[in-house]
Nanobody, 127 residues
Framework: DVQLQASGGGLVQAGGSHSLSCTFSGFTFDEYGIGWFRQAPGKVREGVACISSSDGSTFYWDSVKGRFTISKDNAKNTVYLQMNNLKPEDTAVYYC????????????????????WGQGTQVTVSS
């Protein structure tokens, strides 16, 4: 079974840094690209960052570009999201998801292309 689990959420002060982890099982990293998404109360889910399975290339949404970094550790079957210079508007439930390797990087921007989703982890940024 394919499973993903996001973890590491917590309460952070604005301007601070925090890291999330997405641990997965049931597949290897070269089979699926991984994306991070988030959803704030009353808002639609939005993309954060994604990393392709083919060559590890990454894509960031404008709202986090330059502040967040997505990376992977193949040996640990884990994808990380390093978040720096956090802002109150980053407060949301963060989810990780997996998309088949046939989905190219540009298509990883669309959450409809993801086959598997993990449970979210709450990140709250206080001002």
């Amino acid at each position: 079974d394919v499973q993903l689990q996001a973890s590491g959420g917590g309460l952070v002060q604005a301007g601070g840094s925090h890291s999330l982890s997405c641990t997965f099982s049931g597949f290897t990293f070269d089979e699926y690209g991984i994306g991070w998404f988030r959803q704030a109360p009353g808002k639609v889910r939005e993309g954060v960052a994604c990393i392709s399975s083919s060559d590890g290339s990454t894509f960031y949404w404008d709202s986090v570009k330059g502040r967040f970094t997505i990376s992977k550790d193949n040996a640990k079957n884990t994808v990380y999201l390093q978040m720096n210079n956090l802002k109150p508007e980053d407060t949301a439930v963060y989810y990780c998801a997996a998309a088949s390797r046939s989905i190219i990087l540009s298509e990883l921007a669309y959450d409809s292309n993801y086959s598997y989703w993990g449970q979210g982890t709450q990140v709250t940024v206080s001002s």
